[in-house]
T-cell receptor, first 117, second 114 residues
Framework: GAVVSQHPSRVICKSGTSVKIECRSLDFQATTMFWYRQFPKQSLMLMATSNEGSKATYEQGVEKDKFLINHASLTLSTLTVTSAHPEDSSFYIC?????????????FGPGTRLTVL | DAKTTQPPSMDCAEGRAANLPCNHSTISGNEYVYWYRQIHSQGPQYIIH???NNETNEMASLIITEDRKSSTLILPHATLRDTAVYYC???????????????FGKGTKLSVKP
């Protein structure tokens, strides 16, 4: 299947700093990318959907000014957690669809574990 | 909210078939059944999907009841590496708007034991 990468895989930061997470589709062009968050022992929660060249659509309860999403190219989407606090510590996972492949598959990245001290 | 119900956990002996059930009694006519799994601290992995016919691929088989209100994922010969959380998800074929988004429920934690 298609490959989605994330960078970094793990990040530790101080409270109040901003952290950028990159999501790349390595062998396909992703017109749509998704960002999920997963707290320990819980399921994945969809945060937002980003379409290349347009503003992201955020799920209810997700602060768009805190979680900045940029999908500037067909292979890269970034999630910036601004002014991170300990409650933002979580496992962040991106996902991408390739309209050129079987439309049913959605590929996930390996995740980024964010720890805010 | 997730539109599926799954048992929280299951055990399976290595080498045996693992049968994971899923209830989706409110599934709509344009919604497919998808299965993903998540091994600890990794991103979810696509397994299989189906609409109304039974499906099989190299990883698993999917059995959907005639009324489409439930389904079963079958791992024919479970190995220790199949230990993961398995998610059953219904998603609309039409990706317009939010209908096509993958919404994860709590899933079933499958433990394959030697």
């Amino acid at each position: 299947g298609a490959v989605v990468s994330q960078h970094p895989s793990r990040v530790i930061c101080k409270s109040g700093t901003s952290v950028k997470i990159e999501c790349r589709s390595l062998d396909f062009q992703a017109t749509t990318m998704f960002w999920y968050r997963q707290f320990p022992k819980q399921s994945l929660m969809l945060m937002a959907t980003s379409n290349e060249g347009s503003k992201a659509t955020y799920e209810q309860g997700v602060e768009k000014d805190k979680f900045l999403i940029n999908h500037a190219s067909l292979t890269l989407s970034t999630l910036t957690v601004t002014s991170a606090h300990p409650e933002d510590s979580s496992f962040y996972i991106c996902s991408a669809r390739d309209p050129g492949l079987a439309i049913h598959e959605q590929f996930f990245g390996p995740g980024t574990r964010l720890t805010v001290l | 909210d997730a539109k599926t119900t799954q048992p929280p956990s299951m055990d399976c002996a290595e080498g045996r078939a693992a049968n994971l059930p899923c209830n989706h009694s409110t599934i709509s006519g344009n919604e497919y059944v998808y299965w993903y799994r998540q091994i600890h601290s990794q991103g979810p992995q696509y397994i299989i999907h189906g609409l109304k016919n039974n499906e099989t691929n190299e990883m698993a088989s999917l059995i959907i009841t005639e009324d489409r209100k439930s389904s079963t994922l079958i791992l024919p010969h479970a190995t220790l590496r199949d230990t993961a959380v398995y998610y059953c998800i219904v998603r609309a074929y039409n990706y317009g708007g939010s209908q096509g988004n993958l919404i994860f429920g709590k899933g079933t934690k499958l433990s394959v034991k030697p």
